[in-house]
């Protein structure tokens, strides 16, 4: 179960709305770092993502990692996540229109996403509730390993 996931944007609160909206959530200022948000869905899990100017890193520290923010920062990165939404991909698209971000329906083969690319540079994976389901079939032990085949094993696991 992931509870939260951070990203960073050029407009963390623009951002932070635009989730809400798809989300049926709310936005609260994340204190840590200034400019920074958290949408929270207020569902069982507890599921949020909080927002962060581009350029913020956290940094490990004994004791508690430290927040920097570096002027210099890729636009593009390998991060992604796939969410669950309560709302349509009618709707997805609509707010993706509004806000200028690029939006399509991806068949990954065994499953199919919404992507969502937030500011036209980070990528989230949303699943309506219409995909759901093909999502969780595919996560079952049986199909992952048709797909990917025999899981790696290497000296730690082997424990």
């Known amino acids: 179960m ?5 990203i960073p944007a050029k407009n963390p609160l623009r951002v932070a709305n635009a989730l809400a909206e798809i989300w049926n959530g709310k936005v609260y ?3 840590p770092v200034l400019e920074s948000y958290i949408v929270m869905d207020f569902d069982e ?9 581009l350029g913020t890193q956290l940094v490990p520290n004994a004791g508690h990692r430290d927040i920097v923010k570096n002027a210099v920062s890729s636009k593009l990165s390998p ?3 796939a969410i669950s939404v309560p709302v349509d991909q009618e709707r997805i698209e609509q707010i993706a229109r509004q806000e200028g971000w690029f939006t399509q329906l991806c068949d990954h083969g065994p499953f199919k996403v919404v992507e969502f690319w937030i500011e036209n540079q980070l990528l989230l994976e949303l699943l309506p509730p219409g995909l759901v389901p093909e999502y969780l079939e ?3 032990p ?3 390993e048709k797909f990917f085949g025999t899981p790696v ?4 696991n082997r424990i």
């Open 153 to 156: 094993t290497s000296e730690y």
């Open 142 to 144: 049986q199909n992952i």
């Open 2 to 6: 992931i509870h939260h996931i951070s």
């Open 45 to 53: 899990h507890g599921t949020a993502i909080e927002i962060y100017p």
């Open 138 to 140: 595919f996560t079952q």
């Open 29 to 31: 200022s994340f204190a």
């Open 79 to 81: 991060f992604h996540a």
